[in-house]
């Protein structure tokens, strides 16, 4: 066509027979009549960057699939503490859509009472690569819950930021409580057990 192509990717076979890239600008070389008579060109092999960038489109994939269908709440917040994305499990967890969640602030989701103390939590995130926390947050039904904070540090939008995972932990404390529960009951009995043994041996003696 006698017009010069800029910045290319081509593709070309490498000696062990796989695929690589080459990165190519070729302009036409001219007679003095301005007649094409061959192609000047450059190539730079971009083969170990496409790989990377398919690595990365992969790794992408594979984070929101498990983003998507996680069972817990996910949220990626920016260091000022906004909701930058959130998964479906977030959304049923405050009864909000993704978009009404968006922009949302950390404490806004979380009891009045706690707000201080999460502000304080969420400023620490960025000084640990993790961090696991327990806290408090709303329900969709406005309902109070304890949950578990487990945030990373992470990249987003070419800011930093963290994923935090929440998880519902009512089950949980249930159980601890029913346990607390149990021990105390055991330890009750124990003491019955060690007085009625007492008062066999006293007995024993008065006879």
């Known amino acids: ?23 190519t600008t070729k302009v036409p070389v001219r007679d003095d009549h301005g007649g094409v008579t061959g192609i000047a060109g450059v190539s730079r092999d971009i ?12 790794s992408e994939v594979r984070f929101r699939a498990l983003f998507e269908s996680s069972p817990d709440a996910i949220f990626v917040e920016s260091r000022a503490g906004i909701v930058l994305d959130a998964n479906p499990a977030a959304c049923r967890l405050h009864g909000m859509t993704r978009a009404e969640l968006l922009g949302q602030h950390v404490t806004d989701l979380v009891p009045p009472e706690r707000r201080a103390e999460v502000q304080r939590n969420f400023e620490e995130l960025f000084t640990h690569e993790r961090a696991v926390i327990e806290s408090e947050s709303y329900t969709l039904d406005g309902h109070v819950i304890p949950i578990e904070l ?3 540090r992470c990249e987003y939008g070419g800011q930093v930021a963290a994923l935090i995972h929440v998880r519902d932990i009512s089950e949980r404390r ?8 149990l021990e105390l009951k055991l330890q009750e009995t124990q003491k019955l057990e060690s007085l009625g043994v007492l008062a066999g041996g006293i007995a024993h003696d008065f006879n």
């Not at 066509?1 to 990165?23: H, K, M, Y």
């Not at 170990?48 to 489109?57: H, P, T, V």
């Not at 249930?174 to 529960?181: G, L, S, V, Y």
Request: aromatic share 6%.
């Open 1 to 23: 066509s006698g017009q010069p192509v800029i910045n290319r990717e081509e593709p070309f076979t490498q000696p062990d027979g796989s695929a690589g890239w080459f990165l």
């Open 47 to 58: 083969t170990a960057r496409r790989r990377e960038q398919q690595a990365l489109r992969e």
């Open 150 to 152: 487990t945030a990373r």
């Open 174 to 181: 249930r159980a601890e409580a029913e346990r607390k529960e």
